[in-house]
């Protein structure tokens, strides 16, 4: 079609022609799937283009604990403002973005610029998706490679809010779309459907980097008595001990070769070192069985933080870390994640009044948090208020 485009314009080369074939080709070359809607400025957007936002430090407001400790910052302000700032700050730094923005269910949850958006406004709809693009381009510059970003969102606005997410991480970048039941009994009031769940979005920066933790968190525990940096594990011999015949030495040659162990149990080598102590899968009544894995693996095992090496009566031994492992289902259901019993009554206990319409159960974003996050990692609300 657009060939023949073009063979019009070379037969029809007055201006009103060729303007009339212009705009059929841009009406074909337009965007035919994907999220199209009327964009709307912003008066804090606009700020922008002549004003540069500045943090400043309030000492009056500072709550120390423990000056030994990692501190958080709060930053008061428009979160675009201050989108814009950590962006100067902290591009691709951020590992974890949780977010509960407004649900524009019309009944005047959120402004735009500065006026309260209602059921009868005719733009709301694409008021709301302007102010989220503005916030949720930024965020994905914040984050870092493995980064993931969550966001809780209802059914008001879940379609537009999933293609805009899939236009700026990409649908590939999409880990899931979580259902969270946070009113079990369902809204009495409505006439057809009482509204149960809400909903979490969860997408990656590069998918292939992300990873969940090795936190369980539907799971038990119970049996993961023991804890370091990378969370949660128990004990496993590193012979292998299960499989019969096919884990003796015989079987598989190649899984039989010594560790040498240093005196004080903290490093390991494949080739004899001074003072190291050589150490076979060898068991305790003298079978001659095989590691769990070649040596290289092991090597990279202990790299990572997965094998302990205790020594017990003189004997020294060489242990697996396992980790829980969970799967992550999209139907989150637990009694702890109830809005009104782990969130309002929380908060309106600390508060003395109702101070946030319908905050989320502390549970279920503590839960969320662990999910996504390490030890080490730096997380971003900035729906916070």
Not at 2 to 22: F, G, H, M, P, V
Not at 44 to 73: G, S, T, W
Not at 166 to 171: P, R, S, T, V
Request: negative net charge.
């Amino acid at each position: 079609m657009l060939e023949y485009l073009e063979k019009l314009k070379l037969q029809n080369t007055d201006d009103e022609s060729i303007r009339a074939i212009t705009e059929i080709e841009n009406a074909l070359n337009e965007k035919k799937y994907g999220l199209v809607w009327e964009e709307h400025s912003e008066q804090v957007d606009e700020m922008l283009e002549h004003n540069i936002p500045v943090f400043i430090e309030d000492e009056d407001r500072k709550i120390v604990a423990d000056e030994e400790q990692p501190f958080n910052f709060l930053l008061e302000g428009d979160n675009l403002h201050s989108l814009k700032l950590l962006e100067k700050t902290h591009k691709g730094m951020i590992d974890v973005i949780y977010i509960d923005p407004p649900y524009n269910t019309g009944a005047k949850d959120w402004k735009y610029n500065n006026d309260f958006v209602d059921s009868n406004d005719t733009f709301r709809h694409s008021k709301w998706l302007s102010f989220m693009k503005e916030r949720i381009e930024v965020a994905s510059k914040l984050l870092g490679p493995s980064g993931i970003i969550c966001v809780a969102i209802d059914h008001y606005e879940l379609s537009p809010l999933i293609m805009l997410m899939d236009e700026k991480f990409g649908e590939d970048n999409r880990l899931g779309i979580v259902t969270v039941v946070h009113k079990p009994e369902g809204r009495n009031q409505e006439k057809f459907f009482g509204t149960s769940n809400e909903f979490a979005l969860f997408y990656a920066k590069e998918k292939s980097k992300a990873s969940f933790s090795n936190e369980l968190i539907f799971g038990e525990l119970d049996d993961f008595n023991l804890e370091d940096k990378n969370g949660n594990y128990k004990l496993k011999n590193f012979i292998r001990l299960t499989d019969g015949k096919y884990a003796l030495k015989e079987a598989k040659p190649n899984f039989y070769y010594p560790i040498y162990v240093s005196e004080d149990l903290t490093k390991v080598a494949l080739e004899p070192k001074d003072d190291f102590i050589p150490v076979y899968p060898i068991t305790k009544s003298g079978v001659e069985r095989t590691w769990k894995t070649l040596s290289n693996t092991f090597m990279k095992y202990f790299d990572e933080g997965n094998i302990e090496i205790i020594r017990t009566d003189g004997e020294i031994e060489i242990f697996e870390k396992l980790r829980p492992q969970e799967v992550v289902r999209t139907h989150w259901l637990k009694k702890e994640y109830h809005a009104y019993h782990y969130g309002t009554k929380i908060l309106n206990d600390i508060l003395g009044s109702k101070k946030f319409d319908f905050p989320k159960s502390v549970i279920l974003v503590k839960d969320t948090i662990k999910l996504l996050s390490k030890r080490d990692s730096t997380v971003l609300d900035f729906f916070a208020g």
